[in-house]
């Protein structure tokens, strides 16, 4: 039966050329347009490490108080100095690393080639289990090179390139702000997007390569100084790099792996337990007001989707079902015309079934060519989607097999149910009436 | 309007056509006013100046290889300064921390007092010197510009206060709205007070975000060089159309006076107009998008309409035939599907205009959006009136050509 009903709707489509493009066509752009910036808002959404997001938690210690809170009573979105550095001898968690954004120049050891300017994080050696960076020669470094402050670096696999022809340079030496770091690791190509290990100075999405990683308190002992934000409720008292590390101006990026919720809620309360402690001493003027946020969680509190992102995708959306809603009458017109057509058929026996398969079966084809139509006009608007929305968004937007799958199935379902209220119609027509009147 | 009450009596006859169409021009409205809304928003934000002389500045992004002290850098910004200001095309240049239009940077809360807590507002810091006011080309509108010796120097987290600042006319009239400022003090997060020696007109911000609008154009100038290991702005301003030349001289001067500095390749050297064009990427972008979708609505749902009305047209042949047999004359017939049009457009648009309005209200909540003013609402709705009555013109005009001849054959 199906083939015949085939049959039938591809003979009516093709009675009525106009009527049909212009269905195909509205399909077609609805659903391109929806899935255009459904590409994108899915690239920014996503899950950076799924794997393991929900064992990602962000420490939050509201050090500034009443007066430093945001109107939603939210403890400022990093740490200073000293708190940090509390968190990381306490060691609460399985793994855990403060971090700060760092940007030193490289100086090449051919003294004809100009220096260079790289950016990193100083961390410690548990930021490269705990994020399961990948590697593709060595490893990172020791918890000994932590507190021995030692010389090494991790470096990118494109810093790798440009240094060291991508040759295994483990062992070899950097030259990083004038002293010498010995390469112990040499990344894969990693680049999660978002930068959810540090957020707040990457502002999310990030068109650089994080090429450089040093040792934190190496990083701090020889001064690199941190090349992030730096937010400060007061002036801080002492000058210079250190009088920074002194001060209460949060610019240290925390991230803590625990594995299952009891081991949150323990960190949690030690959090509490150490604002307390503070509370009482006469550090803090005010009650614990810490925050421990999983990794989705603090994605989506540090607005990391763009707002624009989602206006493109609601507006997309808007237009798919106005699409539908002009399909709808345009197939109601197309359907109705035809019902003589139906009266004669329904008088020589087919049930309102019959009439709805055969009325649905044009409607999937409808939605279906809309549908290819549609990939095609997605594939154009992913490549060219850079030209309206920002360029290091916008150039995470793929077309994937499952986005051409999404595609097809959107256009033919949204046809399909934008046909059943025709069909209905349709079914509904009276044979007799029909028979009569003509 | 005798016509009124056959037209109802035909729309209760095809109701689900009738919704169909007024659902999707209240829908159509609704998009079409937030997204125009978007894109006036979105135009009157990338066409705000910057106060500065666009035209002929550029930017350079000096980095330093290697470490030297606050004072050894800070000899190097002065030779590097004199290098610039020499070049034939190059008619002055400054040192800076930052640049407008940057994308944010160093910003301070200003107070009154030094006790007070609640700050009476932000401005954000540029850094420079004696020539910065000439380089960026801002007019001084009131008091003086800094003296050479009143320029210090400032290296890494250096609690440095200075105590002579120029500020913008904005800022001046948001501290000393009685337009008092000049010779007053203010206090940008320091312990010291800062006198305001010059007031000059329009200078933006470096970050030009939704939090930036609240104290948009309020800027302040301290007098020093930023002797930072990091690095810091040249910002070059070349002599009337000579900013090609400017571009490929400064970099060249500047490697062959000192080699240990980064300038990167790629996004070292920036002319304004390229700064500007990246401040506002995603406002020009999120404008094309709005308007694409906009366009494409609005030729889905005059064909739609074209569509559905000539196939009312189609079956309604019989009666039209009957109704000029009886006398109506072609111009009853047109004006009866445009009143019909217009019936159903009328329903469209109130749905509509409430749509629009909770859709903008939602996204108030939701979105940093700001309200939509009526103004567009109401441009909207002439708008698909006449899309709708230009749309039915085509099918109405073949019904009207109907021959009274068709009210007698059987089919």
Redo the contacts between chains.
């Keep these: 039966m199906f083939a015949y009903y085939l049959e039938l709707a591809l003979r009516s489509l093709k009675r009525s050329p106009g009527l049909t493009a212009l269905m195909v066509l509205t399909i077609a752009f609805g659903v391109a347009a929806s899935m255009t910036t459904y590409s994108v808002f899915r690239a920014v959404s996503g899950d950076p490490i799924p794997w393991k997001s929900a064992k990602l938690f962000v420490p939050q210690i509201d050090n500034w108080g009443p007066n430093g809170r945001g109107s939603d009573g939210e403890p400022p979105n990093a740490m200073d100095y000293n708190d940090a550095i509390t968190l990381m001898r306490d060691h609460r968690a399985k793994l855990q690393s403060a971090m700060y954004q760092i940007s030193p120049s490289i100086v090449p050891a051919d003294a004809s080639k100009h220096p260079i300017n790289v950016s990193g994080h100083a961390v410690y050696s548990e930021f490269f289990p705990m994020l399961d960076v990948p590697f593709l020669y060595g490893s990172g470094w020791s918890a000994d090179d932590d507190t021995q402050r030692a010389a090494v670096v991790v470096i990118s696999s494109k810093l790798n390139q440009k240094l060291f022809g991508g040759s295994n340079s483990v062992g070899k030496t950097v030259n990083v702000e004038g002293k010498d770091y010995r390469v112990v690791g040499v990344l894969n190509d990693w680049n999660p997007q978002p930068r959810f290990f540090d957020v707040v100075n990457s502002g999310g999405f990030s068109t650089g390569v994080e090429d450089v990683f040093l040792p934190f308190q190496r990083a701090i002992t020889v001064g690199i100084p941190n090349d992030g934000n730096t937010n400060c409720n007061a002036v801080p008292t002492e000058s210079g790099f250190v009088g920074l590390q002194h001060s209460a101006c949060v610019w240290i990026a925390y991230m803590a792996e625990l594995d299952d919720a009891a081991a949150a809620t323990a960190y949690k309360q030690y959090l509490d337990g150490y604002a307390h402690d503070l509370q009482q001493s006469g550090h803090f003027g005010w009650a614990p007001n810490n925050r421990l946020r999983d990794l989705p969680a603090w994605l989506d509190n540090q607005h990391v989707v763009p707002s624009d992102t989602k206006v493109s995708l609601l507006v997309a959306l808007g237009l798919l079902l106005a699409c539908l809603v002009n399909t709808a009458g345009l197939l109601l017109a197309k359907f109705l015309r035809r019902s003589s057509e139906i009266g004669v058929r329904r008088a020589l026996g087919a049930p309102r079934m019959a009439i709805y398969a055969q009325f649905l079966t044009e409607a999937g084809i409808i939605g279906l060519a809309g549908g290819v139509l549609g990939l095609l006009l997605t594939g154009v608007g992913v490549v060219s989607v850079g030209w309206v929305l920002p360029k290091d968004i916008a150039a995470l937007a793929r077309v994937d097999f499952s986005l051409l799958t999404l595609t097809l199935l959107v256009a033919v379902i949204a046809t399909t149910l934008a046909g059943l209220y025709p069909t209905f119609r349709a079914s509904r027509v009276q044979p007799a009436w029909q028979l009569k009147s003509n | 309007m005798m016509q009124i009450k056959p037209i109802l009596a035909a729309m209760r006859h095809h109701r ?2 009738t919704v ?2 007024a ?2 021009i209240a ?2 409205l ?2 079409v006013c ?2 125009l809304f ?1 894109i006036q928003q979105r135009l009157a934000h990338l066409s705000e100046p910057t106060g500065i002389d666009e035209a002929s500045l550029f930017v350079i992004h000096n ?5 030297s002290s606050t004072p050894q850098i800070d000899a190097q910004i002065q030779t590097d300064l004199a290098t610039m200001r020499q070049l034939p095309a190059v008619r002055d240049a400054s040192p800076s921390n930052s640049y407008p239009l940057r994308g944010g940077g160093w910003d301070n809360f200003i107070t009154l007092t030094p006790e007070q ?1 609640q700050p009476t507002t932000d401005g954000s810091v540029y850094l420079g010197d004696e020539q910065t006011i000439d380089t960026l080309g801002v007019k001084l509108l009131a008091g003086r510009n800094f003296r050479a010796d009143e320029v210090g120097r400032i ?5 440095v206060f200075p105590p002579v600042v120029i500020v913008t006319r904005a800022l001046a009239d948001r501290l000393y709205p009685d337009g008092s400022a000049l010779g007053k003090p203010l206090y940008a ?3 010291t007070p800062s006198t305001i020696i010059g007031i000059v007109d329009l200078l933006q911000r470096q970050g030009v975000s939704t939090w930036d609008t609240t104290y948009a154009y309020q800027s302040l100038l301290w007098p020093m060089r930023v002797a930072e ?2 690095g810091l702005y040249y910002i070059v301003r070349a002599k009337p159309g000579q900013l090609a030349a400017a571009m490929r001289e400064v970099p060249k001067a500047l490697n062959a006076q000192n ?4 300038i ?1 390749p790629k996004d070292g050297e920036l002319s304004f107009a390229q700064v500007r064009e990246r401040a506002y ?2 406002d020009r ?2 404008a ?3 308007g ?2 906009s366009a ?2 609005l030729a ?2 005059a ?2 309409i074209v ?2 009305t ?3 047209v ?2 309604r042949r019989k009666q039209i035939g009957i109704r000029r047999a009886l006398g109506a004359t072609r111009h009853d017939i047109l004006s009866y599907f445009l009143t019909e049009n217009l019936l159903i457009g009328g329903i469209g648009v109130v749905l509509g205009t409430l749509l629009a309005i909770g859709i903008n209200l939602w ?1 108030v909540t ?4 700001a309200r939509l003013s009526l103004g567009y609402v109401v441009i909207g709705v002439i708008a698909l009136l006449l899309l709708g009555q230009a749309s039915v013109l085509t099918p109405a005009l073949r019904a009207s050509r109907v021959s009274p001849v068709e009210a007698t054959r059987s ?1």
């Design positions: 689900a056509g169909l169409i659902l999707q829908l159509t609704a998009i937030n997204a978007i980095q330093w290889a290697g470490q807590v290296g890494l987290r250096e609690d997060m320091s312990p290991p990091q080699r240990m500095r980064i990167d990427d995603s972008g999120m094309i998008l709005m694409i979708i494409v609505l889905i749902t064909a739609g569509g559905l000539s196939f009312w189609g079956q996204m939701q979105f940093e959006m089919v």
